[in-house]
C-alpha cells in the first residue's frame, strides 16, 4: 500500500507547494504528474483479483490492491474501481492541459496586445 500512497502522495506535496509559491507551471506540471499517477494505480488495481503483474517483493510479497479489496469485500468490484481511478487520472490530465492552453493563451494575448 505504501507505493501507491507515495504515488498521490509526492506529486500532492509538489502542488501543495507550487500552489503556495504561486508558480502555475509547478502546479501544472503536478496535476498532470498525479493524473498519471492514478492512472498507474488504476492499472494495479485492475489486476487485484487475477494478482498476474510481478510485484517488487518478489512472489513472496502480498498484492496489495488484492488484500485491501478483499477485506472490504470489494474484490470483485474491482474492475468499477480501477475505472473510477482511471478517469480521476484522465481528468487530471485533461485539466492540466486545459490550463496549460489557458496559459498559452493568455500569454499570447498579452504579447498581442503590447505589440500594438
Not at 504561486?22 to 496535476?31: A, L, P
Not at 488495481?45 to 490492491?65: E, N, V
Request: aromatic fraction near 16%.
Amino acid at each position: 500500500m505504501g507505493g501507491t500512497l507515495f504515488q498521490v502522495l509526492i506529486p500532492a506535496i509538489f502542488l501543495f507547494y507550487f500552489y503556495k509559491r504561486r508558480d502555475k507551471y509547478g502546479v501544472i506540471f503536478s496535476i498532470f504528474w498525479l493524473g498519471q499517477n492514478f492512472i498507474n494505480i488504476s492499472i494495479y488495481i485492475a489486476d487485484a483479483k487475477c494478482m498476474c503483474l510481478p510485484l517488487l517483493g518478489g512472489k513472496h510479497s502480498t498484492h496489495d490492491w488484492n488484500y485491501l479489496l478483499s477485506y472490504y469485500g470489494l474484490v470483485d468490484k474491482y474492475s468499477q474501481i480501477s475505472g473510477v481511478v482511471s478517469g480521476v487520472g484522465r481528468i487530471l490530465i485533461v485539466l492540466s492541459l486545459a490550463l496549460t492552453f489557458n496559459i498559452i493563451a493568455t500569454e499570447y494575448k498579452k504579447v498581442k496586445n503590447d505589440a500594438h
